[in-house]
């Protein structure tokens, strides 16, 4: 219900754009979500965006090199990751919470999601 696709292996300081595609049923309505989780560590908030796409909220650690942002039409958030570092590595996964108390919310707990992408693999070789 939700594919996460995008990723791959990069040198430092490139860009990927992660994309993740979600049934209408899910993306509707839904505010969205990218997530991390390096080996050995915790699932870690990156970005997330509201249900109208007004709002979007960055992780400090990616603040100003990563941008989430949303195509209603096309029911995909994608996730624009430049300047990759190599502690960038990790496996990327995209979310939706259905039951959004406004329009203008997003979301950094991962408890909070309902749905969740299979991960897609990011590695940043220096």
């Known amino acids: 219900q939700l594919q996460a696709s995008g990723g791959g292996l990069v040198q430092a300081g490139d860009s990927l754009r992660l994309s993740c595609a979600a049934s209408?049923?899910?993306?509707?309505?839904?505010?969205m979500g990218w997530f991390r989780q390096a080996p050995g560590k915790e699932r870690e908030f990156i970005a997330g965006?509201?249900?109208?796409?007004?709002?979007?909220t960055t992780a400090t650690s990616v603040k100003g090199r990563f941008t989430i942002s949303r195509d209603n039409a096309k029911s995909t958030v994608y996730l624009q990751m430049n300047s990759l570092k190599p502690e960038d590595t990790a496996v990327y996964y995209c979310a939706a919470k259905t039951e959004v108390a406004s329009y203008y919310i997003t979301y950094e707990n991962f408890d909070e999601y309902d749905y969740w992408g299979q991960g897609t693999q990011v590695t940043v070789s220096s």
């Open positions: 209408g049923r899910i993306f509707g309505g839904s505010a």
């Open positions: 965006i509201s249900w109208s796409g007004g709002r979007g």
